[in-house]
């Protein structure tokens, strides 16, 4: 059994900024990625920003240069610096990981709970 548990969601005004963070725990073996995706009232959930193993990380064009991710391996933990925040960054939030629970098995998704993020204009 893996648990993700997110904090930091929030309600700011357009130009603030958030930090939201994930502590992923249970059994597991090896993360392989984490990120953050987010879902937004009547929209497909999206990937936002996420990280491998190795440290490279990727993020969607639209919060490029105003969103940061970061983790820690050694604490299976990862965070997103939200800065600039601009009301279509409304959504919830999850975090996500892939991750395998011993060496024979394949890495599986696991998710948070999510978190709101409101960004009023």
């Known amino acids: 059994q893996v648990r993700l548990v997110e904090s930091g969601g929030g309600l700011v005004q357009a130009g603030e900024s958030l930090r939201l963070s994930c502590e992923a725990s249970?059994?597991?073996?090896?993360?392989?990625?984490m990120g953050w995706y987010r879902q937004a009232p009547g929209k497909q959930r999206e990937l936002v920003a996420g990280i491998s193993s190795g440290g490279s990380k990727n993020y969607q064009d639209s919060v490029k240069g105003r969103f940061t991710i970061s983790s820690d391996n050694a604490k299976n933990t990862v965070s997103l610096q939200m800065d600039s925040l601009k009301p279509e960054d409304t959504a919830v939030y999850y975090c996500?990981?892939?991750?395998?629970?011993?060496?024979?098995?394949?890495?599986?998704?696991?998710w948070g709970q999510g978190t709101q993020v409101t960004v009023s204009s």
């Open positions: 249970g059994r597991i073996f090896r993360v392989n990625y």
């Open positions: 996500n990981i892939k991750a395998t629970s011993s060496p024979l098995v394949k890495d599986r998704d696991y």
